[in-house]
């Protein structure tokens, strides 16, 4: 009996043991070394603007619509899409024909905001939407073709809106990994402060 009172007050103190160490301090020491470490990540990777405003994630798609902004991919994250709470793709495939309708929809749209001809090729990103609804890029020359637009909406040569595509464009991870992409968020705040 002496022996099973020690076994359980041995399971119950290591029990304890671990949870104040496993539920507090690893939790607190970690949060303190990414705060350290990596502030800006360890808080959302947050944008602000020339005020000082938070603005959005650099690693969240929002929607911009109208002439003076560059646009982002689609999303099928909530009902009207970019919604963080319920990230998503549209679960269509290949096959479906409400995606093909969709795209063919998304490329006469995009072709005639960005007065491109009838016939010219437009980026895929451009008509499709990622598997989370919510990225945060474009590919390289889905925002060359919309420099046109935007520059002539601010009254801005193209060289200085495609000069801010490049400024804005996170290059490949370790140089091989992935495509580059335009983080448009940060290209339209660059933007903004420009030419308000």
């Known amino acids: 009996m002496n022996s099973f009172a020690t076994e359980i007050r041995s399971a119950v103190g290591s029990t304890a043991v ?52 560059f646009h982002p991919r ?7 899409g970019y919604d963080a709470a319920n990230s998503s793709g549209s679960n269509l495939g290949p096959t479906s024909r409400k995606l093909a309708d969709q795209i063919k929809e998304r490329v006469a749209a995009y072709r005639a905001t960005n007065g491109l001809e009838v016939n010219q090729e437009v980026p895929a990103d451009a008509v499709t939407a990622s598997g989370s609804g919510l990225d945060p890029h474009i590919s390289l020359p889905n925002a060359v073709l919309q420099a046109s637009r935007v520059a002539r909406a601010r009254n801005l040569p193209v060289e200085k809106v495609r000069d801010l595509i490049e400024n804005n464009t996170d290059k490949p991870d370790f140089g091989i990994f992935g495509d580059a992409g335009v983080n448009v968020l940060k290209l339209n705040l660059a933007l903004d402060a420009l030419a308000p």
């Open 18 to 69: 671990l949870a104040v160490v496993c539920c507090g301090v690893y939790p607190l020491v970690v949060t303190g070394i990414t705060r350290t470490v990596f502030h800006d990540k360890a808080d959302g990777s947050l944008v602000k603007d020339a005020s000082g405003e938070v603005r959005g994630s650099v690693l969240l798609g929002q929607n911009f619509t109208g002439e003076r902004y």
């Open 74 to 80: 689609p999303s099928a994250a909530g009902g009207d």
